[in-house]
C-alpha cells in the first residue's frame, strides 16, 4: 500500500459502503482524497474523520452523477480547483431488483447513465491527465453478476457486464504507458445497496451465504490494482461460481441465477 502514500484519488459514491471503505483504506495508506457523492453530510464527516486520523487532504464535492452532464462538471471543477488526480475509483452505481416489466423508467435510465456512460466519461476524461504524467491507476466497480445473465437484476447485470469489457479493454490499451485499470468484482456484500435495489428484507438464500463485508473486498481490489490486474473477483465462494460459470451455457446460467434470486 506504500505505493499510494502521498498520491490523490478521486472516489464516487464515498458517502457509504464500498466508497467509503476505500477511502478508509487508502487514507490509513496516506492517500490524499477527493470524495464525490450526493450525501454532503456524509461525506463531511468522512472527511473530518480521515483527515484528523491520518493527517491527509481530504477534498468533498456534493454532485448527483447520475445527471448526463455531472461527468464533464465535476472533471472541470477538480481541474480548476482540485489537485492532480493520481487514482480513479468509479465505484458509483444502483441496481434495480424485480422483474424488467416493473421498472421505473426514470430510474432505469438514472442507474444506465451513472452504471455506464458517467463511469465511462470520468475514465476518458481523468485518463488525460494520468497520460500527461505518465503514470496512474483506475479502479472499476464491476461485480459477479457482470459474468452472467442476472433475472431478478437484469439490467443492473447488464450494466456491469459492460464495466468488466471496458475495464479489461482498457488494461490491455494502456499497457506500457504507466497506467493500469482493474475492475473489482464483488458479489453480496454488507453495505446498503440491497435495500436502495429495491429488495430490504428479502434477500435470498444465495445472498445470505455469499454475503462479504467491505474491508475484505476492498483490500482485495486495491491489491489487485497494485498488481495492475485487468479484473479480480473478490471471496472464494465468488471466486469458485464464477470459475463454473466457464463450464454452462447462458440459458443455464440465467435459470440457475433465477432460481438462485427465488430461494
Do not use: W
Not at 447488464?158 to 471496458?166: D, Q
Request: one cysteine or more.
Amino acid at each position: 500500500m506504500e505505493a499510494f502514500r502521498g498520491r490523490t484519488a478521486l472516489i464516487t459514491g464515498a458517502s457509504g459502503g464500498l466508497g467509503a471503505e476505500f477511502a478508509r483504506q487508502l487514507a490509513a495508506a496516506g492517500c490524499n482524497l477527493v470524495l464525490v457523492a450526493r450525501s454532503e453530510t456524509s461525506m463531511q464527516e468522512l472527511a473530518r474523520e480521515l483527515e484528523q486520523a491520518h493527517s491527509v487532504r481530504v477534498m468533498t464535492i456534493a454532485m448527483d452523477l447520475a445527471r448526463p452532464e455531472a461527468a464533464g462538471e465535476l472533471h472541470a471543477q477538480i481541474r480548476r480547483d482540485g489537485p492532480g488526480i493520481d487514482v480513479l475509483i468509479n465505484n458509483a452505481g444502483f441496481g434495480l431488483y424485480g422483474p424488467f416489466t416493473d421498472d421505473d423508467p426514470v430510474r432505469l435510465r438514472n442507474m444506465l447513465q451513472l452504471n455506464m456512460v458517467t463511469l465511462s466519461e470520468l475514465t476518458r476524461l481523468f485518463l488525460d491527465q494520468m497520460k500527461e504524467r505518465g503514470e496512474g491507476r483506475i479502479i472499476q466497480i464491476g461485480s459477479v453478476a457482470s459474468y452472467q445473465p442476472g433475472p431478478l437484476y437484469s439490467a443492473y447485470a447488464a450494466s456491469k457486464a459492460y464495466v468488466l469489457s471496458l475495464g479489461e479493454a482498457l488494461n490491455r490499451e494502456l499497457r506500457g504507458t504507466g497506467i493500469s485499470c482493474t475492475v473489482v468484482c464483488p458479489g453480496v456484500t454488507a453495505t446498503g445497496f440491497l435495500d436502495n435495489a429495491g429488495q430490504q428484507g428479502r434477500k435470498s438464500l444465495y445472498q445470505k451465504l455469499f454475503m462479504m463485508n467491505s474491508p475484505e473486498v476492498v483490500r482485495a481490489g486495491l491489491k489487485a490494482s497494485l498488481r495492475n490486474r485487468p479484473s479480480v473477483v473478490t471471496g472464494a465462494l465468488n471466486k469458485l461460481q464464477v470459475f463454473f460459470l466457464r463450464f454452462v451455457t447462458r440459458s443455464f446460467a440465467a435459470r440457475a441465477g433465477y432460481e438462485a434470486m427465488k430461494m
